[in-house]
């Protein structure tokens, strides 16, 4: 019985995997205010060159700079555990593998995007980076990096957080970071949102407008700003989730995996794990590919795929996504880092080619779950990564039903040790089963009307 596969640091990729390169339709531009699609330079005062390169980048795979590679080396290559406890609880015939990111010192996947993205900047002469947090995973996991790499760091984080919270803020402000509640009266997009919700729990949207404000309004030029998530720079940077884990199932002798799962906020957890996977899929394998949401933002499943801004004060370029609209904003969950409205246009367009599958799971079924796992795996994961594990626990049941064998693989995206609050109403009973009703859906979807609508592009073939 092998428990953990490792890898040593020699085995670790050298290279990021660019789905770009394989996809089999191609992806709608993003657009500008005028409705054509922009170009780089449009981009520059947000992210530097070097990142904006790679963001439009079509070349298939991409050298991780060695200093990159020195810093991942802290807590990568991530184990990935063979899950025999649980696979015993529920008498299941499947073999169940996670890929553990909760081992980084923020606690997630994130900082595999973080340390890249401080370090180009860095490389470009950028001195501070602002962005936005939901749960605090991400804002932490750029304070991460920004410390070992001596980059200022503010972080405006999503008011519900911020409170229910305090101590992910206590981790930024450990790693050197400033962090403040959005919306925030620091903005014009935080004080207009503030004049007409001041009891607003703030969203993704929102916060991402202030960072944005925050980074292009800095006279000396030396701010940029980070996203987390959802652009395709970041998909790139998370694929050394997948790769490794291939690696790693090869080591024991695991060929073909039948079930791949993450839960999906943004998108990057679960591209990170997958893209490697969907290129086999896109060359002939057969696998499940699963991305899982909440059922109370169901950007996936009940979002139309359209042009939409990032942000709620449209200061994004036009992305072709599933998204529930700019203006929604979800109810508040624990599973902050899935309360975005938005997917990523990679992930969007894997799932318009039907070469991954979307999910939506309740979040009481999903802390159903977590619980199972930390009494049998032991690890206690985020409300987020519960998700994942309501798949993976779905998909066990549906192998124990159908009497196969089969291998299902899922992204243990990162620990909830910064959450309990979320496990102590969820054990007071006071957490309710939430779908998203049509009726709340409407309005912000209506606000899209005006804007161009993206081709729908599918071979057909999946
Ligand atoms: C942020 C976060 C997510 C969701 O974000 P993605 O970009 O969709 O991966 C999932 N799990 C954890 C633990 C997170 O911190």
Known sequence: MQTKVYLTEDEMPRQWYNIAADLPSPMQPPLGPDGKPITPDMLAPVFPMNIIEQEVSTQRWIDIPEEVLGILCKWRPSPLHRAYALEKALGTPARIYYKNESVSPPGSHKPNTAVPQAWYNKQFGIKKITTETGAGQWG??????CSLLGLECKVFMVRISFDQKPFRKLMM??????????????TNAGRQILASHPDTPGSLGIAISEAIEAAVTDKTGSTRYSLGSVLNHV?????????????????????QVDVVIGCAGGGSNFAGLAFPFVNDKIHGASID?????PTSCPTMTKGPFVYDHGDTAKMTPLLPMHS?????????????GLRYHGMAPLVSQTIIEGLVTPRAIDQVECYDAAVLFART?????????????????????????????????????????????????????KLVSYSLPESEMGSAIRELNGLPRPKVVRTGKW
């Open 140 to 145: 932490s996991a750029l304070a991460f990096a």
């Open 173 to 186: 402000e450990t790693w050197g970071a400033t962090c403040i509640a959005s919306p925030s009266t620091e």
């Open 235 to 255: 998909m790139l940077h998370q694929t050394i989730i997948g790769l490794e884990s291939k690696k790693q199932l090869e080591k024991i002798g695991i060929k």
């Open 289 to 293: 590919i699963i991305p899982v949401e």
């Open 324 to 336: 529930l609209g700019h203006d929604f904003i979800p109810p508040p969950i624990h599973a902050g």
């Open 377 to 429: 795996e032991g690890i206690i994961p985020a409300p987020e990564t519960s998700h994942a594990i309501a798949a993976a626990i779905q998909e066990a049941r549906k192998a124990k039903e159908e009497a196969k064998e089969k291998v299902i693989l899922f992204g243990f995206s990162g620990h909830g040790l910064m959450d309990l609050s979320g496990y102590d109403r969820f054990f007071q009973g």
